[in-house]
């Protein structure tokens, strides 16, 4: 027999960027039980409110797993931070909140690969459902949903100086990345409201935490699934001192994210009988592709110091310009504190004669030594690149059947010599 009170409908592991919107989305039935299980904390707090509050987030860990990639030749043999959230809302409550959806031939090949239902006409109904655009809806946008799409508020000299001279260089301006084409140079637009960060926790859980039918538990480390047969029925997790159970009559639903889904799926008994076996644990059902397929985006940055007192470094360290940057945001949510990951990005391509743009290019008006690093205090500024759809793949491994083990990452950066070439052809451009 099984205890009702540990009985739901769903149980969704993970209360990150997806987790949140399932539970939001399943809960609207109040016919039916929801379980959403996070392994994080609840995510409060001034610096998950405030937009550039990201640089105190992602090297805390606190607020972050610090995940860190095995050491490659393509990545310089470092162990390079591959930062991931750890509190409801997953990597929405600490990333650069750009919002970007992606190229619709992205879609449009999953597709033709044979995953019906996912091609750009398909998905786009649900991305203007989930979203309110502040410049009103239209055709790619929404104008009713939860999660509000807004503007890059802060304009400066350096960055019109910037824009005038991309697009001197016949670059076409791009008003909205995620409309009818994505090519071009324009001011991103980001998932913050009223200056502050809208996380996927903020803008799905939010409004529907009094619904009876959900149950959000948190500090909840999954352990594994538990199976009858090849059916998944339930999650043993731990929290805090005491180990739990819960079990599903309907679907457990992993979305842990790239990282913790492989991985609980292979603590589980599911991934690569050799590997699960070195462990000691019993294979129920040997999937040699869990785990394998990882892929990133490398990023590759130039700082670049200016003569003149322009950008955002000193109004960022200076102890008397910070002040007035605070001061301006606490009583008008203006200023470089609503300010994202980036100002302005650019889409392009490494070769003229290419039919898409394969290159993705942030211009950001300050510079660090790195994730959470101190601003710099002389006036500099950061270009960051992309490639688009790298070739290289990667994988991730459990090292052991310790469930609050890191697993082995290993993105493959820099694998190909497609790879390669286009991210030199990029950084000359």
Known sequence: MTDSNNTYDYIVIGAGSAGCVIANRLSADPKVRVLLLEAGHKGKGFWYRVPIGLGKLVDNPKACWMYE?????????????????????????????????????????????????????????????????VRGGDDYNGSDGLLTVSDVEVRDPLSDAMFEAITNNGVPVNKDFNGAKQEGVGYYQQTTRNGQRASTSKAFLDPIRSRKNLTIEINAHTNKLLFEGKRATGVAYRQGRHERTANARREVIVSAGSISSP????????????????????????????????????????????????????????????????????????????FAAAQIGVFTKSDPNMELPDLQFHYIPYSTSGIGKAV???????????????????????????????PTIDPNYLGTQLDIDTTLAGFKL
């Open 69 to 133: 990639i095995e050491p490659r030749e393509g990545s310089g043999n470092r162990r390079i931070s591959w930062p991931r959230g750890k509190s409801l809302g997953g990597s929405s409550a600490i990333n650069g909140m750009l919002y970007v959806r992606g190229l619709a031939y992205d879609y449009d090949l999953w597709r033709q690969m044979g995953n019906t239902g996912w091609s750009y006409e398909d998905v786009l109904p649900y991305f203007r459902k989930s979203q309110t655009q």
């Open 263 to 338: 991985q609980i799926l292979q603590l589980s008994g599911v991934g690569p009988g050799a590997l699960l076996q070195s462990f000691g644990i019993p294979v129920v059902h040997d999937a040699p592709a869990v785990g394998q397929n990882l892929q990133d985006h490398y990023q590759v940055s130039s700082i670049n110091g200016l003569k003149d007192d322009l950008g955002a470094n000193l109004d960022l360290s200076s102890p008397p310009r910070m002040a007035l940057t605070g001061l301006n945001y606490l009583l008008r949510r203006k200023g470089w504190m609503t």
């Open 376 to 406: 710099h205090t002389a006036p500099a500024f950061t270009l960051s690149m992309y490639q688009q759809r790298p070739e290289s793949r990667g994988s991730l491994a459990i090292k052991s059947p310790e469930p609050t083990d890191t």
